[in-house]
């Protein structure tokens, strides 16, 4: 088992920028992949970025940016150019193979 606790999340105006973390109870080596998506009211969750137990990165939204802390179990989402379109619910996600966790989310409100 794992548990992802998500943090960082706010209201911003848009064009500002935003941190998100997303504390991990185990070795980040020990996860095939971790990811970061959101959900807005009335969408389907998407997909943000991932990166992998090696490190690689993997982006579907260019203005956002995956990294980690593997002393501090810690995976950042940095978000910058924020826009209103971007207000949702962010979940950090673990992917060990046959199971995936999820956080609790963390809600983002950027406003025009």
């Known amino acids: 088992q794992v548990q992802l606790v998500e943090s960082g999340g706010g209201l911003v105006q848009a064009g500002g920028s935003l941190r998100l973390s997303c504390a991990v109870s185990?070795?980040?080596?020990?996860?095939?992949?971790m990811g970061w998506y959101r959900q807005a009211p009335g969408k389907q969750r998407e997909l943000l970025a991932t990166?992998?137990?090696?490190g690689s990165t993997n982006y579907v939204k260019g203005r956002f940016r995956i990294s980690r802390d593997v002393a501090k179990n810690t995976v950042y989402l940095q978000m910058n150019s924020l826009k209103p379109e971007d207000t949702a619910v962010y979940y950090c996600?673990?992917?060990?193979?046959?199971?995936?966790?999820w956080g609790q989310g963390t809600q983002v409100t950027v406003s025009s």
């Open positions: 185990r070795s980040l080596f020990s996860i095939n992949a």
């Open positions: 996600n673990a992917d060990l193979g046959p199971q995936r966790y």
């Open positions: 990166i992998t137990n090696g």
